[in-house]
């Protein structure tokens, strides 16, 4: 039955044999695994598993050596990663990578960029079809800003919010963009414990609207409670691939990862 | 009520409003258009060279502050326009106006072409094809003699004219060109806070930008840095045009690559974060060289051109040293400062 499911509905995302290298580091070997749409995908991994590596072959910014990448069946590996993004797909760094170079909510404009098409004339004449666009951009992203409860951060410099708003506003700078797939880089690593059960919230709302997520952690304990599917990497290998308990009692996962935690305790 | 964000975000401080942009922009105007009211013929005519450098260094402004990009190769641009203008109306007898657009047009189309090129490469070796087409700009120059005239260059380039009147006199070079210069910062002012303008400053990897960032949410950095190149080549060649039409004669030697140092160091100085650093930098080197020019030769004695050289040089470095982020940041705080006593 489920295996039907499987087989009418196109996942939203498929790895096929995604092999990767950099110089005689193997980060990437083989790997493939697909993801059905409205999914939350854990992957999980200790660090140089090739978890981030396999995130930006995703978006596009880097490419892969070996392998196809299919978003909703189609190949999207050797496109440019901004058309990525407007084909539904998007980021959220590790590092966040806000820019201090502008307010929160120019920010989350940003993240708007796709929804306008204002050029240079119409911007610097500040013809009225672009004012238009800017007073739609600014609401969307204030729309999205409020989503993640920072609407009264609009005008701040991101460098002047703590780590996790920093991430909040990252998170809505990437909704903003209206894409169906968020690749989120350790979107929990340094926040505390309100804003990991607020960010778990907010994926669980977005997995409502549809969204699919695949989500790259060390923290698993965490994350077993919303995943619908684990994936975890060991060296560039995929190891196992499945619903949280099914990994859970996965040989090689206690082995490789779980294992050594086990028995420390 | 025209809607833009830096109105709703205007209690930050840290950006100031639109509509504080456009009024320091009216003010801008009104001074600079009363200052030949009470000025003689020669202020009048180091104002003039400030208006060209100013233009140029705006245009150098928005492909170095905004967005992060090198270029040590702008006079090639201004050169550009300027050639372009004078074969047009002294060779093909075009009228100076429309030779200004097309001059514009076909030094927007090269910086086009060598744009698309030129942006796989970062930093320093960007800098270095920059300065490698300004170069190849000189020798071409003088290589296509019969039509640029060589290292003679080219004479009798007819003067622009407004509403049929036509003069050569200082002042109305200078209500022309401090004209043109003002239409081009209130465009920038509009770019800067616009969608494009956030495209541009989300790539500026100098300044708190991430391509990588920008590229996940959609921006395509190569077009965006290859489009702010052409607009900055176009400032260039608007201002060069202007140039062979007042001064009526051009020679290849004003094209080199000293112009391009002086543009980068003014708007160093002047602060790159904003438009208005390129009226500051501009402002001042020309002030700067003017006094130089007039008060070496009392205390040196004999030529002074190079001294002019390692002056610049000097303020270089002070500038790097003590204000690496120029003029406009001390200046604008020093004018918001004041505001909130006045009112």
């Given amino acids: 039955m489920k295996d039907e499911i499987k087989q009418n509905n196109i996942p939203v995302l498929e790895l096929n044999d995604i092999t990767m290298r950099f110089g005689v580091l193997t980060v990437l070997n083989g790997v493939s695994f697909s993801v059905p749409e409205g999914n939350i995908l854990v992957m999980i991994g200790p660090n140089g598993a090739g978890k981030s590596t396999l995130l930006k072959l995703i978006s596009g910014l880097i490419l892969p050596q070996k392998g196809d990448i299919l978003y909703h069946g189609k190949r999207i590996n050797g496109i440019a990663p901004d058309k990525i993004t407007s084909l539904g797909i998007t980021q959220l760094f590790q590092d966040i990578q806000l820019f201090s170079n502008m307010s929160v909510i120019e920010n989350v404009m940003v993240g708007c960029h796709l929804r306008a098409r204002t050029g240079l004339l119409s911007s610097g004449l500040r013809l009225p079809s672009g004012r238009v666009d800017e007073r739609n951009m600014f609401d969307t992203a204030m729309t999205h800003l409020s989503m993640v409860g920072l609407e009264d951060k609009a005008s701040s410099n991101p460098n002047s919010l703590s780590w996790g708003q920093q991430k909040l506003v990252g998170l809505a700078r990437a909704l903003a963009t209206g894409s169906r797939l968020l690749l989120l880089d350790e979107p929990y690593s340094g926040l505390l414990t309100f804003e990991v059960n607020k960010l778990n919230n907010l994926i669980l709302e977005l997995k409502k609207k549809g969204i699919t997520s695949l989500i790259v952690e060390h923290l698993t304990d965490i994350l077993m409670g919303i995943a619908d599917q684990v994936i975890v990497l060991d060296y560039g290998e995929k190891i196992a691939d499945g619903t949280p308990s099914e990994v859970q009692k996965n040989k090689r996962v206690i082995e490789a990862y779980l294992g050594e935690q086990v028995t420390e305790e | ?343």
């Fill in chain 2, 1 to 343: 009520m025209p809607f833009n964000v830096r109105d709703m975000i205007e209690k930050t401080g840290r950006i100031s409003s639109t509509n504080q942009q456009y009024l320091a922009a009216g003010m801008f105007t009104i001074l600079i258009m009363t200052i030949p009211l009470g000025a003689g013929a020669y202020p009048n005519t180091v104002m003039i060279e400030v208006a060209f450098y100013s233009i140029v260094t705006m245009g150098l402004i928005m492909l170095t502050g905004f967005t992060g990009q090198i270029s040590l190769g702008h006079a090639a641009l201004f050169g550009c326009g300027a050639y372009v203008s004078a074969i047009l109306t002294t060779r093909y007898l075009v009228p100076p106006w429309p030779a200004l657009f097309l001059a514009a047009g076909f030094t927007g189309a090269i910086a086009y072409a060598v744009g698309r090129a030129m942006f796989r490469l970062h930093g320093l070796i960007l800098a270095g094809v920059t300065l490698a087409l300004n170069l190849l700009f000189y020798y071409l120059i003088g290589s296509i003699s019969g039509l640029t005239g060589g290292a003679m260059g080219i004479m009798n380039i007819p003067p622009l004219s407004v509403a049929g009147y036509t003069s050569q006199s200082v002042l109305f070079n200078y209500y022309l060109l401090w004209t043109i210069a003002i239409l081009l910062l209130i465009f920038s002012l509009n770019l800067a806070d616009s969608r494009f303008g956030r495209a541009l400053r989300s790539i500026n990897t100098h300044a708190g930008g991430s391509e990588e960032a920008a590229q996940v949410l959609g921006v395509n950095i190569m077009k965006y840095k290859v489009w702010v190149f052409v607009l900055s080549a176009v400032y260039a060649s608007i201002a060069g045009s202007v140039y062979a039409h007042y001064t009526r004669i051009i020679e290849p030697n004003t094209f080199m690559l000293q112009f391009s140092a002086l543009v980068a160091l003014m708007a160093i100085i002047g602060g790159r974060s904003s438009p208005w650093g390129a009226f500051l930098g501009a402002g001042l080197i020309v002030s700067i060289r003017q006094l130089l020019r007039e008060f070496m030769p009392l205390i040196i004695g004999g030529p002074t051109g190079s001294y002019e050289l390692i002056a610049y040089g000097v303020i270089l470095v002070v500038a790097l040293l003590f204000l690496p982020q120029g003029l406009f940041p001390i200046v604008k705080k020093a004018i918001l400062r004041r505001k909130p006593v006045s009112q």
